[in-house]
């Protein structure tokens, strides 16, 4: 059975430093990995995914994450935050050509001026 | 383009009674899911739909949970009778294609309360 682990559930951090939210899975088929973003008071929002091809994945806000198939960890980065970077975070597999999405606890990111 | 809506944004009802949920897809995806999240935990696949079909209910708790998408449009999800356990943020969501293939859009999610 797949599985997701996010090993902080808030992290603060000051606005303009850098940032990673932590993630590991674990599955015994080949997965597709993802980040979505919850704002206040919204819907989950995709981030950014791995299904193929390089490790590294980016999304258009300046957010990236490394798929390690070795450490079976997907973190996302960010080198600088913004306040408005303040949102829950989520990590979630699927297996190929799967529908069902297995999610994290989520990670609360708190970006203080 | 609207997007996925959820009824109510939030409920609260007693123990024993009975409430439904809605959902309404985005217009054209043939695929809705209901996803529920308790206490701030992982948020947990209950089941998914192919237009009216139910394609897995694996995640579904119990018989009190009870899903419908009549004409493959909207979706309600009704709890009855309601335990506190019930207790969460129910989350629609809808995508053309798979996930992988195609983004899944989610509403902002019913937050229900049993007291």
């Known amino acids: 059975a797949q599985s997701v682990t996010q090993l902080d559930s808030q992290v603060p951090v000051f606005e303009e430093a850098p940032v990673e939210l932590r993630c590991n899975y674990s599955?015994?088929?080949?997965?597709?990995l993802f980040w979505y973003v919850q704002y206040p008071n919204q819907g989950l929002q995709l981030l950014l995914k791995?299904?193929?091809?390089?490790?590294l994945v980016e999304s258009i806000n300046g957010f990236e994450a490394e798929f390690n198939k070795s450490q079976t960890s997907f973190h996302l980065r960010k080198p600088s935050v913004h306040i408005s970077d303040t949102a829950e975070y989520f990590c979630?597999?699927?297996?190929?050509?799967?529908?069902?999405?297995?999610f994290g606890a989520g990670t609360r990111l708190f970006v203080k001026a | 383009e609207a997007g996925v809506t959820q009824f109510p944004s939030h409920s609260v009802i007693e123990k024993g009674q009975t409430v439904t949920l809605r959902c309404d897809p985005i217009?054209?995806?043939?695929?809705l899911y209901w996803y529920r999240r308790v206490m701030g935990k992982e948020i947990k696949f209950l089941l998914h739909?192919?237009?009216?079909?139910?394609?897995?209910e694996s995640g579904m708790p119990n018989n009190r949970f009870l899903a419908e998408r009549t004409g493959g449009t909207y979706s309600t999800l009704k709890v009855q009778p309601a335990e506190l356990e019930d207790s969460g943020v129910y989350f629609c969501?809808?995508?053309?294609?798979?996930?992988?293939?195609?983004?899944?859009?989610f509403g902002s999610g019913t937050q229900l309360s049993v007291l």
């Open positions: 969501a809808s995508s053309r294609g798979t996930p992988t293939n195609e983004k899944l859009f």
């Open positions: 599955s015994s088929v080949s997965v597709y």
């Open positions: 791995y299904l193929s091809g390089s490790t």
């Open positions: 979630a597999v699927s297996d190929t050509g799967g529908f069902k999405t297995i």
């Open positions: 217009s054209g995806h043939d695929n």
């Open positions: 739909f192919v237009k009216e079909s139910k394609q897995d």
